[in-house]
């Protein structure tokens, strides 16, 4: 049951019992077009007036009616993105495309990580889903996807699958361009070529080694485990890789690094040991890869575009709940620099 | 002060299992909770009762809006927060505020609406006067930049003494002739780094022509381009000071497509593969970083304090990294036929 308001008094946010505008402005003994005036912000009112109007809000609690309407519960425009970590910058360009695609239909974008943990990425999806988000996108981290329900929010999944869970997947065929990657190197006359990269327990970087391992069995070579490195989680551990790898007694010709975060310990690395005659093939582009001499030969992973088609989908998938889950390749080149063309 | 990191770290655990050992999660095995026990024992912790509050209800997030996560500075910046605030238990909801005039007030008040427990910003339009409402019910902390039209707490860097450090750098290797790099903005910093650069010019006696000020359009690259067009002219300058990270990122690579890297440069904030390049490139560092960790700190002293004065204004200072760019000579004036 609502109360009547005394007539021409219109409310801030119409709800019962709730301080009006009228009330602030009776308060503070201005009418209540300057009441209003100073709700909006108005320049053409005198500060003083305008600090007793905000003064009477405050004793009040007056709530603007954007802040009444946000604090009710409810589905708006807003949309999650959980990534691993924003930091990274294969993420970061994710995060760009996603948002320049949702501002185009009116929506924002709430981003939070999972710090690859898996619990925590269940909490933080929790969070993201009680501020009632209008859908998720999710690079998921954990083992099990099971308790996460398509049916609840729209779900799409980017760049790897998350196990148990039947939703949208857009990616790159990663066992691919790991192939073409060290093909490229043995087409340049290379056979002891090194990985370094991150732990196969993630599903992309295990497609990767497999596409590293593939390639040097297609071409007759053997796998050196010396020369493979699945610990370059992080910028520095991909640069102590790489001091053991050329301080060893058999240092590689070439390296491929498999993950955006190892090539920035990997390339730093070779600079400052003066090794930048070793071959280098990047797995994803990173910020001054071709200011560098020799400037770095890198397999694009497509940030860009992998938001672009996760955002595009994810908004399909809103205006049409019922669509059935598909998954959707983003093709990846090899974008030829000079780091990746080096003889051995 | 012992934080929940801590005591994960000697318990071998992770921050979160900490925090449910906390809440009496009945997810965590009898074994794992005794030894989260015994490590705090060790460490003589005492939990945070504002960390227990927010993961009991539903405020257990801070909003943190940054101009653009793609930016080496913000997404350092952005790390940082990240990790200090999942240490004390808290989740962190990002977005940036790069995208159009009205970005900022509609992408700030999305958050504003979602009930978070705090927020931290570094703001991209000229006025935050649309704030004070809100500020009045959830705890902010301006960084990088200080907010216009309304008074908050904030925690930025020393852009004017940063600048003038930079400037009488390139002035103390013989340069008398030194452009200021940078693209058309509302934001703060900018001004400032141009007025830091200002005094180094007067105080150093240089060459103070209005042309020298190279601010030619709103995007990095094109800037760039009109800035290697500049360093062409007959009196061009022969170092440049670059104001912002993306304006170094642009302008290195300009310049060595260009086959100028002669010039002598100074960046206002380190870029990625500085060390690596040739000639390295010589900035002024900023830490990122601390400056996350800072206004974490000040936030969570307003959160759990709201009525506690506080010192609205911190700077943090800033220090200049030689590694080569910003050591280079004078060299004579450049002739655009010499290289043909």
Not at chain 2, 148 to 163: H, K, M, N, P, T
Request: glycine share 8%; with cysteine.
């Amino acid at each position: 049951m609502a109360t009547v308001a005394p007539e021409g008094a219109p409310q801030a946010g119409g709800r019962p019992g709730a301080t009006r505008l009228l009330d602030v402005a009776n308060a503070a003994g201005v009418s209540l077009r300057t009441a209003s005036r100073v709700l909006n912000e108005d320049p053409r009112v005198a500060a003083v007036t305008r600090q007793r109007v905000r003064e009477a809000m405050l004793d009040l609690s007056f709530q603007p009616d954007a802040m009444a309407r946000s604090l009710r519960a409810g589905t708006d425009t807003a949309i999650g993105f959980v990534v691993e970590s924003i930091a990274d910058p294969f993420f970061a360009e994710v995060i760009d495309a996603v948002e320049l695609e949702m501002s185009r239909h009116g929506r924002s974008v709430l981003v939070t990580s999972t710090r690859r943990d898996g619990g925590w990425e269940r909490d933080v999806i929790g969070r993201m889903l009680q501020r009632r988000v209008a859908g998720l996108l999710l690079c998921p981290t954990g083992d099990t996807h099971t308790w996460l329900d398509p049916g609840r929010v729209p779900i799409v999944l980017v760049d790897r699958p998350a196990p148990g869970l039947a939703a949208d997947l857009v990616e790159i065929d990663d066992h691919r361009a790991a192939f073409d990657a060290v093909a490229h190197l043995i087409a340049h006359g290379h056979q002891r070529i090194a990985y370094v990269g991150d732990t196969p327990a993630i599903p992309t970087s295990a497609a990767r080694l497999r596409g590293y391992r593939d390639a040097l069995a297609h071409h007759q070579l053997e796998v050196d485990e010396h020369l493979v490195h699945c610990d370059g989680a992080t910028s520095q551990a991909a640069a102590h890789a790489v001091s053991a790898l050329i301080g060893g007694r058999r240092p590689p010709t070439a390296i491929l690094s498999a993950t955006t975060r190892a090539s920035l310990g990997v390339v730093p690395a070779l600079h400052a040991a003066r090794r930048t005659d070793i071959a280098v093939v990047a797995f994803g582009d990173f910020p001054m890869a071709d200011a560098l001499q020799p400037a770095v030969t890198v397999v694009d992973h497509p940030g860009h575009e992998i938001g672009r088609v996760a955002a595009a989908r994810l908004l399909a998938r809103l205006a049409q709940p019922g669509l059935p889950a598909e998954r959707i390749q983003v093709p990846a080149r090899l974008i030829e620099r000079g780091s990746g063309e080096l003889g051995p | 002060m012992t934080t929940m990191r801590d005591v994960a770290r000697v318990a071998g655990v992770s921050a979160k299992t900490v925090s449910r050992v906390f809440n009496d999660d009945p997810h965590v095995t009898e074994e794992t909770r005794e030894r989260v026990r015994w490590a705090m024992q060790k460490l003589n912790y005492v939990p945070n009762m504002l960390a227990r509050s927010f993961r009991a209800g539903a405020d257990a997030a801070v909003g943190l809006a940054v101009p653009d996560i793609g930016d080496p500075f913000f997404a350092e910046m952005t790390s940082s927060i990240e990790v200090d605030l999942v240490g004390r238990g808290m989740a962190v909801v990002v977005t940036s505020l790069g995208r159009g005039v009205d970005s900022e007030r509609s992408a700030l008040e999305a958050l504003l609406r979602r009930q978070i427990s705090g927020l931290i910003v570094a703001c991209v339009s000229a006025d935050q006067a649309y704030l004070a409402p809100w500020q009045e019910r959830t705890p902010m902390v301006f960084v990088d930049r200080a907010p216009r039209g309304l008074s908050g707490v904030y925690v930025i860097e020393d852009d004017l003494g940063g600048a003038r450090r930079a400037v009488a750098h390139l002035a103390s290797h013989g340069h008398r002739r030194v452009a200021f790099f940078g693209v058309s903005t509302p934001v703060t910093t900018t001004h400032r780094r141009l007025k830091g650069y200002r005094s180094a010019v007067a105080e150093n006696g240089l060459d103070d022509s209005p042309d020298l000020v190279c601010i030619p359009a709103e995007s990095a690259d094109e800037a760039a381009a009109e800035m290697v067009k500049r360093l062409e002219a007959p009196d061009a300058p022969t170092a440049v000071f670059s104001s912002t990270i993306l304006c170094t990122m642009s302008l290195v690579l300009a310049l060595q497509r260009a086959g100028r890297t002669e010039v002598a440069l100074v960046g206002f904030g380190d870029i990625p593969m500085a060390a690596a390049l040739a000639p390295a490139v010589t900035v002024i560092d900023q830490n990122p970083a601390w400056l996350g960790r800072v206004a974490v700190e000040r936030l969570v002293q307003r959160i759990e304090d709201p009525g506690a004065p506080l010192r609205r204004r911190t700077v943090l200072p800033v220090h200049l990294i030689p590694r080569g760019s910003g050591e280079l000579p004078p060299s004579r004036p450049y002739r655009a036929d010499e290289n043909s």
